[in-house]
């Protein structure tokens, strides 16, 4: 897909990865509709845009709160005529005490923001998309959707699932929608740096020494990523791993079947 005139929704665009991708996709001339929890990072992204000689608007939106993901579809149609493109990336991460020790709302809230919000936000934009002819919906997992990341295992959990419905649906290509996600390593945003803050002592030292033998990633290298799942054409239901000072490359699921990119082909009508 050329991105040049088309419409973009990117979740949790107030900061981070969101303000990088949402950034970089007003410069390759997308309208981007900026979507976040936080009303005065979408703000500042859209001033960032803007000062750039972007297109961009911001909208509040909650993606635990599934009527205002519908709301923000509805902002996209009365802004920009509709969107082209949907990247949900609004994320969240556990945080301390670690799992098993946290209390039941703080893992469920992060099964809610990383997995539940993302699914959602597929399931309502599919049909859309269709009614538009075609588009490109990305999600922003992890390297944690691939591997075990021992320090976060709901986090894990939730971002294996990002990954698992990426590939299952990559049969919707057949129907102009290509699905596919990132999965980065460690990125420098304030999801990493302010976690590190509320550290101390031993905890601090052992975050660290991680970030030491694994380098943190520019939030610009993510949205380079995004923008070639964007472009390419064929990619449908791909896991691009993204780490430092490595190529960034399409993880093959560990078994390939017809129809997804290694999920269980879904029964076809007739
Ligand atoms: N930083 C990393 O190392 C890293 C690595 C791999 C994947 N990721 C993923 O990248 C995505 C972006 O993270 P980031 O590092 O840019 O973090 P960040 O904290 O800088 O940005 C996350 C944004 O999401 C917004 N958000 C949080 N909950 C929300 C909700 N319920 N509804 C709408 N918006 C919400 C926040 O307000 C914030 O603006 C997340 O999905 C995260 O899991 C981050």
Redesign the pocket.
């Known amino acids: 897909m050329q991105i040049s005139g088309k419409t973009a929704i990117i ?2 665009a ?5 303000r990088a991708c949402a950034v970089r996709l007003a410069r390759e001339g997308a309208s981007v509709v900026v ?4 009303d005065s ?1 979408a703000a500042e992204t859209v001033s960032m845009i803007a000062a750039a000689g972007g297109a961009a608007a911001a909208v509040q ?4 709160r599934h009527a205002e993901i519908d709301a923000m579809f509805a902002f996209a149609r009365q802004t920009y005529g509709g969107f082209d493109i949907l990247h949900n ?5 556990t945080g301390q005490p670690r799992f098993p020790d946290c209390p039941e709302e703080q893992w469920m809230r992060v099964i809610d ?2 997995l539940i ?1 993302v699914i959602e936000g597929i399931r309502k934009a599919i049909p859309l998309l269709r009614q538009r002819g075609g588009g490109v919906i990305i999600s ?5 959707g691939l591997f075990g990341f021992a320090a976060d295992p709901v986090y894990t959990a939730a ?1 294996h699932g990002v990954v698992g419905i990426t590939r299952a649906l990559a049969g919707l290509k057949d129907e102009g929608i290509r699905v596919n996600c990132v999965c ?4 420098n ?4 740096t302010g976690a590190r803050e509320r550290l101390t002592g031993e905890a601090r030292a052992q975050m660290d020494e991680a970030l030491r033998r694994m380098p943190m990633i520019a ?1 610009e290298d993510i949205a380079q990523g995004v923008y070639e799942l964007i472009t390419d054409d064929e990619a449908a239901g791909y896991a691009m791993g993204i780490m430092v000072g490595q190529p960034r490359r399409i993880v093959p699921p560990p078994v390939g079947l017809p129809g997804s990119s290694g999920g269980l082909a879904a029964p076809r009508a007739g």
């Open positions: 979740t949790g107030g900061s981070g990865i969101g979507a976040d929890v936080n990072g939106v909650d993606v635990t990336n609004a994320g969240i991460g923001v990383d919000g922003t997992a992890s390297m944690a971002k980065p390593g460690v990125v945003t304030p999801m990493v939030p």
